[in-house]
């Protein structure tokens, strides 16, 4: 290929990650809107306010996990697209439809905090576990467009690429796991969902 | 015209397009707030939880339709301005009209999400392909005056230029065909938007 | 001054840019929150439903008024951002007491919608407009930081910077007259501020 | 180290930085969200609506002190990134808490304006200054990764860099003055933290 031919291709490549920046970036920042201000019923004295902010760490919880969570899955999208030397449409729409989790995790997070301390909170648990069930999927999905399609730079291997197929591939069944233990209690859930974050952490690299 | 003056051209054209590119980033992402927690009269069961989060499938359908319409239209923005070499005055005014448009697109996506199952439906329908109706001619505008004013690359035919102006023109009919056919039945005109939404999509291609 | 000192103040000024491009783009698109759907007592008939969405008038057209100011803003705003060579601290909370008029502007934008058909309507149409002479005395602050500052690059001649000072100068007053005429009526408020707008588009080019 | 290797690590630490810069803007506009169109009970008249406005001066107050504080930690963050020359995962982390703080702020801010003349105004208060306590944090710890772990540009002395540590050290025990002294007054609170707004802007330069 030519040199002006691969320079464009950088470019496109290069733009359609800065729309996807600009897609976390919002999603990780309008996690605030859902924390909402208290309003004690005796309309607020310094223990009322208090005690009203304090009970809201639910709301704080699932703030920090989404945040973290969103924050590592920018870190490994962008590792990914590293790796990536053109993309093409499916390659594109494999990315949207990431995105479209992305831009998803802010609701499942808000139900979970509004329901963490009520009878309700197995369903909100599990909600938001099933949610990074599709997030992971749609990791495996960007990942396999882009070996399929040789979408990849000459300098990842192939054992390289498998391997974090291997990786990524871990992410479906453990947060379905998650989905399942939220039945057993909601506490589970959310800490296999931050434990995950963590390993996704550890184990992703920019390199 | 002297390189200088060409790469200055280069450059205001890319701000121009990082700004459009952050409008759509941002209404894409906006449209999860559309998205409300729900309240289920008992306070919240596992069951009704479980049940008002899928008594919801009207606003989740309605938010994978926006976002992939929003995606699909970016990408073909995307697609026009690659085969731009400069813009002017009325380009960046009748693009600033295409991001008004893009920046309404989650209010009648929210109105329809309310009343999709309501009587009220058929206005909701068509107030939601109707703003597509308005988005088509948005687009139709943005080409014409690229093409009028000549601020298109050497290397995009005439042929070619025709050939787009004619696919553009098709949105607005069909997108009307759409708003008359919600008061059919909603339904069909939230069908024939997606229907067209997967036309964009196949049809658009990044060249 | 070294070539590697001149490339940094690029680079310094264009981030500063593009920062101010994304606060331009966000504040455009949050606008589209001040539209909230309606919901009209009968729950919603084909007729009440069309009644309630017409009947928002107000919301629209002081959205559309809103978004076309702050793009016209944006592109003055990226106009004299060509003729800045490097930016310094005053310059940058110069910048910056723009950037908070510009993100202030959805809330008047609504406060003028809910209110432009009721009693208090001169009220909300001078709280509006008076926004606008705060943003215009914002511009012309930063303007005259750039001169003062000798911020400009060699090739803005003196001549020039002198008539831009004078066209921005008469933002303020011709504000102050559309914030008195509110008081007269409303529409004159709205119709004055909608033909700056206008004005500001046809007299701010991209050169 | 190779030119190669030296120019993606440029490019990894911009992308970082541009990836920060999105987040700030998007806070500091989020911040006009938290601005309320007034309901007075009448329904709204030229006296009562010219009232409302005016009464809601603890929000404009609490607006303006946290968009000026984002806008410096915005500044003082650049001027950070200019030293550094390489980014790792835990200086990506650090830089990770620090955005997750900035993200936060117009959760306080909201709650400072709801509160401020209530009885509750000095947990507000205390709730407002303690987030910059860990702001304050924050700097400080992004600071520290980048020097233990030699992300710093060769240019920056270890004099520069220490000198720069004494300052970000003085942010966490004068924030925690703040909050303490909300419990006297809360104006004290919000007024001490306008003064380290302005002492940030003095003492942090561009360079």
Known sequence: MNPAAEEKQEKETGRTEAFSDGVFAIAITLLVLELKVPHPPDG??????????LSQWPSYTSF???FFTIL????NHHAMFNMVRRIDVPFLYANGFLLLVVTFIPFPTSVLASYLETPAAPVAGAFFAGTYVVLGLAFNL??????NRHLLRARVSEEKARELARRYRLGPPLYLIATAASFIHVSLAVGICAALAIFWLVSGRLD
Do not use: Y
């Not at 607020?44 to 902010?53: C, D, E, K, P, Q």
């Not at 960007?142 to 070996?147: D, E, I, S, V």
């Open 64 to 66: 920090v996990i989404s």
């Open 72 to 75: 590592i899955m920018w870190a």
């Open 142 to 147: 960007l990942w396999a467009t882009a070996r």
């Open 44 to 53: 607020g004295t310094v223990s009322s306010l208090s005690r009203a902010l």
